[in-house]
């Protein structure tokens, strides 16, 4: 987890309550992202970011907004909490390119959300 | 409906004994990656494929590219308590962007 790390790393909450999630690098990385893992369905995109301010959506972002206002800062927000958004979510940062140009993700250790 | 399937979604084995587990998709790829997830942890590269046919070997762990680049085998010999994890095979979806497969749970049994 060299170079980046995520808060809260585990949290309840109830239904309708807002959520906010934290990943900060060290790294400087150009790219960060946002991942939900749960049984079955392997990891899945939330959002990603390319830069400051600059974000995209992933496969599964509806009920989920980001924010990045800073390099190191990459926020991921519930606005009203749901049972189905309890999940295991992963920050990951790449620098651009990449070998080959293939991405070379490092992963945060995860923050397991659960919602009642 | 998953980009990538891997299969099996779960193997336990007893340890010594070899095992190969299976990355699959319909689409063509320019590339593959393999990562391990240890319970806790977030997933870490192992390797990443490049050129249809490929072979990589990473001490006891073989990754192999298809030759038409739609589909990856992970292939371990001898296998040991320590490789249990789950496997993550995961690729390259339009710009700067990975999908992931569901995994396989290994559990490689003493």
């Known amino acids: 987890d060299a170079g980046i790390t995520q808060s809260p790393r585990h949290k309840v909450t109830e239904t309708g309550t807002p959520v906010t999630l934290r990943c900060h690098q060290t790294?400087?990385?150009?790219?960060m992202y946002w991942y939900r893992q749960d049984p079955g369905h392997g990891l899945r995109l939330i959002h990603y970011s390319y830069g400051v301010k600059d974000t995209d959506k992933g496969e599964v972002s509806d009920g989920y907004s980001v924010s990045r206002s800073k390099t190191e800062d990459f926020l991921l927000t519930l606005e009203s909490a749901t049972s189905s958004q309890t999940s295991v979510y992963f920050c990951a940062i790449s620098p651009p390119g990449g070998l080959f140009g293939a991405n070379v993700l490092t992963f945060g250790a995860g923050s397991r959300l659960t919602v009642l | 409906t998953q980009l990538l399937e891997q299969s099996p979604q779960f193997l336990s084995i007893q340890e010594g004994e070899n095992l190969t587990v299976y990355c699959n998709s319909s689409s063509v790829f320019s590339s593959l990656q393999w990562y391990r997830q240890e319970p806790g942890e977030g997933p870490v590269l192992l390797v990443t494929?490049?050129?249809?046919?490929e072979v990589k070997k990473l001490k006891r762990l073989t990754f192999q590219f298809g030759d038409a680049r739609k589909d990856s085998s992970l292939h371990i010999t001898a296998a040991q308590p320590g490789d249990t994890g789950l496997y993550l095979c995961a690729a390259i979806q339009g710009a700067q962007k990975l999908v992931f497969g569901q995994g396989t749970r290994l559990t490689i049994n003493p």
């Open positions: 494929v490049v050129t249809g046919g």
């Open positions: 790294e400087n990385h150009r790219y």
